[in-house]
Every structure is written in structure tokens, then in C-alpha cells.
């Protein structure tokens, strides 16, 4: 069935908390890749999943209560959708460059209007593939230091192609009510899939203070608050205006590791951030030419 399209203030707070948790996955680059020299990356990303989700059981234990069958069924996918592509993203920057596999999870931008339209039959504007091209670009000029095409390449995006997927199911099924209950399942699905790759060789835990409020600030900030403002934003905005929206993330792991990670600021990072900037104005200046949200049942 189709949901009555969200009011435009509605729709404006959803743009302001996707933005919102966007910035705070930015946050996390230069944090993580201190912490990646000490803790293997699926043993941290269980861990921080893991930490997540309790943190959100106790906030609000009687969500997961309150959720349907249906909407169980569809987080635990939508779950083992996103663990899955993070399973692939990171076994593919074994061998490949960060740049490179940067600008590649960023071709989920691509592939959401599509899969949309193909799913959702949604109809995309020529003005929203514009903004797409043009965030595209502009991931390129961000990221791109070089290109080749191999296998942690092909694994990155594939992981690319389930974040997609992942923005359009949960722009199909998920609701405002239920935004709670329906995060706590997702990401103790993606900490559950971690661990399990991550077991054969054991869970190595962080060592020192700093490295747990890291990994304390990632799992309650970025992982469980993020999860949340995503799921409940993606309730109301369709998921190519959502991708747009989430395609600033470089830019805003470029802004933190300038200001906090000691890396010096670019022309190249300047030209990437606001040709990625101009796409999401884009499709915020003419929210009426982007189609509406659907959900669909199943």
C-alpha cells in the first residue's frame, strides 16, 4: 500500500536527522583508522554492533515488543542486507586502496534509483539523475587518486550494490512507530553475521581507554543513534533522496580529518565536498519532483 506522503516540515526534520547521522559517520573515518592498526576490523564492527544494540534494549525494551511479525522479518533482512555489504566492503579494502574503495561504496548513490525503480516502480526525474551524476562526480574529484579494476574492487561494489538495497527496503518498510524496535533488530543482525565471520580466529577486543571510548563513542553515536535517525528519516523521504542526502558522508569524514585527524585541506576536497553539497540542494530546493515514499508489503 501506499503511505500518505509526509508534510513538508515533516519531511525537512527527516532531511535535518539523516544529514545529522551522515555527519556523524563522517566523524568516525579518522577514528577508525587509528583504531584498524590494533583491532581487526569485523572483530570491531561485532563489537560495536553488539554494544549498539543493548544500549537501545535498554532504552527501550518493550520496542521490539511492540513490532510485528512482519516488521521483525523485514528488519532481520534488512539487517543481514547492510552486515553482509560490511562483511564484503571491508574484506575488499584488503586489497584495495581506501580512496578507491571509497568512491565505489559511493556508487550506491547509482544504484538506489534503480533498484527503486525497478522494486518501487518508482518514476526518476531527469532532475534527480542529474543530482545523482553530479554527486557522483563529485564522490570522483573527492576520493579518486587512481583506478583499477580487481577483485577487492569487484567485492566493494557488490557491498555498494546491498547498501543500496539497504536504503530502498528500509524507504519500503520502515515507519515512523516502529523505528525503534526495527533498528535494535537490524544492528544486532549485523553484529551477530561479524561475529560469526569473525570467530574462527577469535574476538580481539580493544586494549586501552582510548581505544574503548572510540569504539564506545562509533556504537552509541554512529551505530545505535545512527541506526535509529536512519531508519526513522528513511520513513519519510524516498530512497534516492536519501542516498543523495547520505553521499555527503566523504565530505564530512574530509571536514573531521582536517579539523581533528591532521590532514591538510585540498582544492580537490573543496571541488568534491560542494559538487556533492550542490546535489543534495538540489533535490531539497524541488522535494515535489522526487517521488514520494512507498511501502510495500512482503
Not at 565505489?104 to 545523482?132: D, K
Not at 530502498?168 to 535494535?184: C, H, K, Q
Not at 565530505?251 to 590532514?263: K, S
Request: glycine share 12%.
Amino acid at each position: 500500500m501506499t503511505a500518505a506522503p509526509p508534510s513538508r516540515r515533516t519531511a525537512l526534520l527527516a532531511t535535518c536527522a539523516l544529514l545529522g547521522v551522515t555527519a556523524a559517520w563522517g566523524s568516525t573515518f579518522f577514528l577508525i583508522k587509528d583504531l584498524l592498526d590494533r583491532v581487526p576490523t569485523l572483530d570491531f564492527l561485532a563489537v560495536r554492533f553488539l554494544m549498539a544494540g543493548v544500549a537501545l534494549i535498554i532504552v527501550a525494551p518493550r520496542a521490539l515488543g511492540r513490532l510485528s511479525a512482519e516488521s521483525r522479518r523485514h528488519a532481520a533482512v534488512l539487517g543481514g542486507v547492510y552486515g553482509l555489504g560490511q562483511i564484503l566492503q571491508t574484506t575488499g579494502l584488503e586489497t584495495t586502496s581506501a580512496s578507491v574503495a571509497g568512491f565505489i561504496t559511493g556508487m550506491y548513490v547509482v544504484a538506489t534509483p534503480v533498484i527503486a525503480a525497478v522494486l518501487l516502480r518508482h518514476r526518476i526525474t531527469a532532475l534527480t539523475w542529474g543530482a545523482v551524476a553530479l554527486a557522483t562526480a563529485g564522490l570522483g574529484v573527492l576520493t579518486l587518486q587512481g583506478f583499477a579494476i580487481g577483485y577487492g574492487e569487484a567485492l566493494t561494489l557488490v557491498a555498494a550494490m546491498l547498501y543500496a538495497l539497504h536504503i530502498v527496503g528500509l524507504g519500503a518498510w520502515s515507519r515512523p512507530g516502529e523505528a525503534l524496535g526495527m533498528s535494535i533488530v537490524q544492528v544486532l543482525v549485523i553484529s551477530a553475521l561479524c561475529f560469526v565471520a569473525t570467530a574462527p580466529g577469535g574476538v580481539v577486543l580493544p586494549q586501552t581507554g582510548a581505544d574503548w571510548s572510540s569504539v564506545i563513542y562509533m556504537a552509541l553515536i554512529a551505530g545505535a543513534l545512527g541506526m535509529l535517525g536512519q531508519t526513522w528519516a528513511q520513513a519519510h523521504l524516498p530512497p534516492t533522496r536519501s542516498a543523495i542526502i547520505m553521499s555527503t558522508e566523504p565530505v564530512f569524514a574530509a571536514l573531521f580529518a582536517v579539523a581533528l585527524g591532521g590532514e591538510n585541506f585540498t582544492l580537490r576536497m573543496a571541488l568534491g565536498g560542494l559538487m556533492v553539497l550542490a546535489a543534495m540542494i538540489i533535490v531539497e530546493l524541488k522535494p515535489g519532483q522526487v517521488p514520494e515514499v512507498q511501502h510495500i508489503a512482503g
